[in-house]
């Protein structure tokens, strides 16, 4: 019987690593778990109870309690799965498919302040961990080498300077016809790291056993061949 492989990637928002998570998974024919499509479906779920980022408050940091209890409550009736069909990973709200829904500036900002009540990771990080343990998977995420894979034998820390992460975001949009200030750019990321890395429920940060990757200069090409030797080391 072969042995169910497990590969775990963090890092900070724009490093990448859902890029490389899925050549990774489709180079070695592991099943690509994206955890944060996972976090998107329950910030759309939220949306559409009527919970919104105004709720939150986000007074230096703190998050407003009104906003943690609504979340706290309706995370509970979500159902969310991840399918693969031809191939392609569709991720379900209810059976519904809505990854045409997942990269909405509104839908990220729910996503990045809903992800840090404590009810909505325990719910997410249980499914997760269930189809680890029976299927080799390539998972990236804020927390998957510190919480959700302690026990992957694979464990990279992904990340790139601010600068290259906000000229990356800005060659997407300009590939999608998008105007985009990349210094502004820059001060969102900047924030999301502060925020991530800051949260009281699992905060971004390196495992001590993860091996650090800089893809600043490095292409993804080269990436995604450095952690693959990693995970042909382990095999």
Known sequence: MKTVMNIAIDGPAGAGKSTIAKRIAK????????TGAMYRAMAIYLLRCGITTEMAGEEKGSIAKEFVDAVSKKCKDAKITIEYRNGE????????NVNSLLR?????QMASISSTVKAVREKLVELQQELAKTTSVVMDGRDICTVV???AQVKVYLTASVEER???????????????DQKQIEAEIAERDHRDMTRENSPL??????VLVDSTNMTIDEVVDAIMQLARAQE
């Open 27 to 34: 180079e070695m024919s592991y099943i690509y778990v994206d």
């Open 166 to 180: 906000a000229r990356r975001r800005c060659n997407e949009y300009k590939e999608k016809g998008i105007e985009a």
């Open 205 to 210: 940060r390196q495992a001590e056993d993860a």
């Open 89 to 96: 990973q569709i991720v379900l709200l209810d059976g519904e």
């Open 149 to 151: 894979l302690p026990d």
């Open 104 to 108: 909405t500036e509104e839908v990220s």
